[in-house]
């Protein structure tokens, strides 16, 4: 992690015995404590930490609820209730996770957001982002096979609409969704797979997760300016600087958890999933969790025939692709300068491209028809011409702004420029504080 | 072939080495590499491991697929005399369910009056005839005589949900989900649906009675 520069000494005998063996210690004080980051990272990221604590949570109460849980199309509809009404604090539990699930996505979100705003996929960080793109795919999978498990009509028939997608394939479409759900519909053989792997795909999440953090560590964090850190000026230690900024942020975001588990717990699901699936009926307005609901947008915006490659293939290519996008935007954005700070117009496209992810999902929430359906595919053409036209093409014609020759300078630029004459000076503080 | 070459050529870097020597490297003066011989080890290690990987990881995926008790062959038999003109009734069939319905005559002659060229899916999707019949009405019904009855699987042919009757533009079935539209004879007219509704195998095995599958 921070390579051959280890600063970790043993103050006891114990230590130095166990570091001499394992060195566990050591790698725990060199990745969170001595470990440098940038002296000026504001709060938004410090959702990489809120984001770990989310992971732990819907673990923790995930584990508890699978001791109540019976995945069976008989009992699993009952068990949830029994969950809610019969085990001890059954309903605080289940309230935590479902919630923990839309809490786990509104930070990924912020932070998947944050990396397009500074611009923290550009090299050297490609793979660091990849990891990420992996991760948020998983989080996906398991949000979805985890919202089947309730066995309500939102759950069966999501699953049913979800595993059509593969139908689209030519050729292997519908063995591979006979694949999927163990038979020609949703039913029990479907429901106790979804459960184990739903129990499953978190602890891949944590393996990438290691990764992630892994490249993060080799690479270093990137900051709100996007210069690489040039010397120790321009970083502090991990703790206390970065450690007690995360924590603080993570209080205030478990009060908003909290709000929706105590306050508004069923605000985020919908009220059709307290209906026992019924294979024969489908709801009237059938809509996924809130954090699928741009990709939805997406998938109902292709109504037409693209050459040789029919609309329902369409729909879901296109669906597919707004997500694959993600993973090659290090090599679409041609830009020198990573932060948008730097960047005047990439600034106007990106709040342009924020707002229109949200309205993508506010459409997905709407019944596919009439007006909707084109507005919708103005947005799905604006979220691929940001990818696809404008991060490759305004790399090239942008004139960025000045950037600062390092952070030290930047941050003494934002504070009023007294100390741009002697930086030397005036950064020696973080450091004696220290 | 390359990784070969360089365990040789550190072989024998090593074998000039005082201490390689102790260790005593197989490759001497008087022994020679056969590299065929060796490439051919290579190839079929790498071969039958590969295979063997393959043979152990289909018992994994072929569990997932539709298990005996689903695939076991069924059919079932529905008793259609209650089923009076503009009367419907959905029967479960394979876990899904099936429309039947005894057409109305207005609802017939709508069918039959849309020009051929309108339609999104020009296949009449009919499992009782050949592949490529065109999906004129009669060909979507039980056929001449019986064009009244309309039997289809009553799943939308976009992504699997269950249209509603007598609903959308065209007075036929509605897909909540994503908006397809079918019309009186279940063909698939507007929206994101690729086909027309599917007409199962089946036939009246009385004048009241049908057999699916």
């Not at chain 2, 609802?107 to 899916?121: C, F, G, N, T, Y």
């Not at chain 2, 009553?154 to 533009?169: F, I, M, R, W």
Request: overall charge neutral; glycine content about 8%; charged content about 15%.
């Amino acid at each position: 992690m921070s390579g051959g520069h280890s600063t970790y000494t043993p103050k006891t005998g114990l230590g130095r015995w166990i570091d001499a063996r394992m060195p566990l210690p050591r790698l725990v004080y060199d990745s969170f404590i001595a470990y440098p980051v940038p002296r000026n990272l504001n709060y938004a990221y410090t959702f990489g930490g809120i984001l770990a604590f989310m992971l732990v949570a819907q673990i923790m109460t995930g584990v508890v609820l699978a001791m109540h849980y019976v995945s069976d199309t008989s009992l699993a509809f009952r068990s949830v209730e029994s969950i809610m009404r019969d085990v001890n604090s059954g309903w605080l539990l289940r309230y935590l996770h479902a919630n923990g699930a839309s809490m786990f996505f509104i930070a990924v979100y912020i932070h998947i957001f944050r990396g397009l705003y500074y611009g923290s996929y550009k090299a050297p960080r490609e793979l660091l982002w990849i990891l990420g793109c992996i991760i948020y795919l998983l989080m996906m999978a398991t949000g979805f096979m985890g919202y089947v498990l309730p066995w309500g009509q939102m759950s069966g028939w999501g699953a049913t609409v979800i595993t059509s997608f593969f139908t689209a394939i030519p050729l292997v479409g519908d063995w591979v969704q006979q694949l999927l759900l163990g038979g020609f519909s949703v039913a029990n053989p479907t429901l106790n797979r979804f459960f184990a792997l739903h129990y499953l795909l978190p602890f891949m999440i944590a393996g990438v997760v290691v990764l992630h953090v892994w490249a993060l560590h080799v690479v270093g964090q990137t900051n709100p300016t996007g210069i690489e850190v040039t010397s120790t000026t321009d970083t502090v230690a991990f703790t206390p600087y970065a450690t007690v900024k995360d924590s603080f942020a993570m209080i205030l975001y478990i009060a908003l958890f909290a709000y929706f588990v105590f306050y508004i717990p069923n605000y985020l699901g919908h009220p059709d999933n307290y209906t026992e699936f019924d294979s024969l009926k489908t709801p009237a307005h059938i809509v996924p969790e809130w954090y699928f609901l741009p990709f939805y947008a997406i998938l109902r915006a292709i109504t037409f025939n693209i050459g040789p490659i029919n609309s329902k293939l369409g729909g879901v290519l296109a669906m597919f692709g707004a997500i694959a996008v993600l993973f090659v935007v290090p090599w679409l954005d041609t830009s020198k300068v990573r932060s948008a700070t730097y960047r005047p117009s990439y600034r106007i496209f990106y709040w342009l491209f924020a707002a229109n992810a949200i309205f993508l999902g506010w459409l997905g929430s709407r019944p596919a028809e009439g007006t909707y359906v084109i507005m919708a595919q103005v947005a799905t053409l604006y979220y691929f011409a940001f990818f696809l036209v404008i991060m490759p093409l305004l790399g090239l014609i942008e004139t960025p702004r000045k950037v600062p020759n390092s952070i030290t300078e930047a941050v003494l630029e934002k504070k009023g420029g007294a100390g741009v004459a002697h930086p030397a000076r005036a950064t020696a503080a973080p450091d004696a504080k220290a | 072939m390359r990784e070969v070459d360089r365990a040789d050529s550190e072989a024998s870097s090593f074998a000039g080495e005082a201490e390689a020597k102790e260790f005593g490297v197989p490759v001497s003066a008087n022994e020679t590499i056969d590299h065929n011989r060796r490439d051919f080890l290579y190839i079929a290690t790498g071969m039958a491991g590969a295979v063997g990987v393959a043979a152990a990881a289909w018992p994994f995926i072929d569990q997932m697929r539709p298990d005996a008790s689903t695939l076991a062959a069924s059919s079932i038999e529905v008793d259609v005399a209650s089923v009076t003109e503009g009367m419907a009734l959905t029967v479960k069939w394979r876990g899904k369910p099936v429309f039947i319905r005894n057409r109305a005559p207005d609802e017939i002659k709508a069918a039959q009056e849309v020009p051929m060229s309108e339609l999104k899916d020009p296949i009449a999707r009919n499992a009782n005839l050949a592949s490529d019949a065109p999906a004129t009405d009669v060909d979507r019904s039980a056929g001449e005589g019986k064009e009244n009855w309309l039997v289809m699987v009553g799943v939308c042919t976009h992504l699997g949900c269950v249209p509603l009757a007598q609903q959308g533009d065209y007075g036929g079935w509605f897909c909540p989900c994503h908006g397809s539209h079918y019309d009186t004879a279940g063909r698939i007219r507007k929206g994101p649906a690729p086909e027309n509704l599917a007409v199962p195998n089946y036939q009246f095995i009385s004048d009241t009675k049908i057999r699916i599958g």
